[in-house]
């Protein structure tokens, strides 16, 4: 493990020869996951410069907006962790400072290094919560393990959104080219216009993974990424309730690997998947973005505390999770980059270190 410096953040790097991993410093975003035969990481990078959170001033940098988002869009990238919200805050939570997906994408994170670990804590003064993980890269594996612990310090039982929020971005993701595989089941679309007129799928619908239905008619096959000039769309999906393991993969067929995630299924029931291609064009998207988010956790709908907590759940299924007073909760999951020169349809995972494509 070393420290350094990536796209002009201060970052810490796992490398085993095989797979880098890049973690910030600032929001604790897992920036890349970098496998070095294939040349390539699957993670989003934004196209505009990054800062560190803490530098950003809505006076001196209007080139991230001036909205509740533009602090965590100034140092956005790859992977981050939505915590204790997953969406927008209220209007008075903005006015007080809060920002989108909560304080643990901008919080500053304690990392150190334990052999082929990576630990990364921070304190969340708002939410009154402490966030530890830790990321384990064994000698010639391909696999990242997470150990994640969320403790609730107040004495007031905490509902709360926690969503792993992954982001892919080019050149892994290709338009009308890039395939994906997950364990989703009973679907949704996202109950409002999600992209202000530029989506395709039909406002609200519910559907069965993967087809989604279309506003015009007809559906789409959600397992190939979209190859339209311009769209943006949300849908959310339940993860298998049979299955004790829960995953989505993704798949390059001119990199020829395969990219995705594991967990436990009854830690993350829901996986939202979020379309940002080019339709965004107020700063600093500037219609010049292309992302797919595979973002698992708690609840189904980006959407602020108090509609979480109305909504309560979808398809019998609960849309948050409660930590009580004084309490800490773990969860494991688990990345993985592998060559494939096709497309796998299953996952397997001990649960540890072990990840199996079949």
């Known amino acids: 493990m070393s420290e350094t410096v990536y796209r002009n953040r201060r970052a810490f ?36 410069p990054s800062i560190e959170p803490s530098s950003y001033d809505p006076t001196l940098h209007p080139e991230y907006g001036q909205n509740a988002e533009s602090r965590l869009l100034a140092g956005i990238m790859g992977h981050n962790l939505c915590l204790d919200i997953f969406g927008p805050p209220t209007d008075e ?18 990392i150190e290094a334990e052999g082929e670990q990576l630990r990364a804590s921070a304190e969340l003064p708002e939410a009154r919560l402490r966030v530890e993980r830790t990321l384990r890269l ?7 393990e997470f150990t994640e612990a969320v403790e609730n310090v107040s004495a007031t039982d905490r509902p709360v959104g926690w969503t792993q929020h992954v982001t892919l971005g080019p050149p892994f993701l290709a338009k009308g080219q890039t ?6 089941t009973r679907s949704k679309v996202f109950e409002a216009d999600f992209s202000q007129g530029k989506g395709y799928l039909a406002i609200g619908a519910e559907f069965d993974w993967p087809w989604a239905p279309r506003k015009d008619g007809g559906t789409v096959d959600m397992r190939v990424f979209t190859d339209a000039a311009v769209s943006g769309e949300f849908t959310t999906h339940l993860m298998d309730p049979a299955r004790e393991h829960a995953w989505f993969l993704a798949w390059s067929p001119s990199f020829r690997i395969a990219f995705g995630y594991v967990w436990r299924r009854a830690d993350f029931p829901w996986l939202g998947i979020w379309e940002e291609n080019y339709s965004r064009t107020s700063a600093p998207w500037n219609g010049r973005t292309l992302t797919r988010g595979m973002e698992f956790g708690v609840s189904p709908m980006p959407e602020n505390r108090r509609a979480m907590i109305a909504r309560g759940g979808m398809f019998g299924e609960a849309g948050f999770r409660w930590i009580p007073a004084r309490s800490r909760v773990q969860v494991r999951y688990a990345a993985f980059l592998v060559p494939a020169s096709r497309i796998p349809e299953e996952v397997r995972w001990d649960g540890a270190g072990a990840v199996e494509l079949a």
């Open 13 to 48: 790097r796992l490398d085993n020869g095989i797979l880098r991993v890049t973690v910030l410093v600032e929001g604790g975003h897992i920036a890349e996951v970098f496998d070095h035969a294939a040349g390539v990481n699957p993670l989003w990078t934004p196209p505009w």
């Open 93 to 110: 939570e903005a006015a007080a400072g809060l920002p989108v997906h909560g304080e643990a994408s901008v919080a500053p994170y304690r």
């Open 138 to 144: 064994a000698a010639g594996s391909r696999v990242l």
């Open 179 to 184: 395939q994906f595989r997950a364990t989703a």
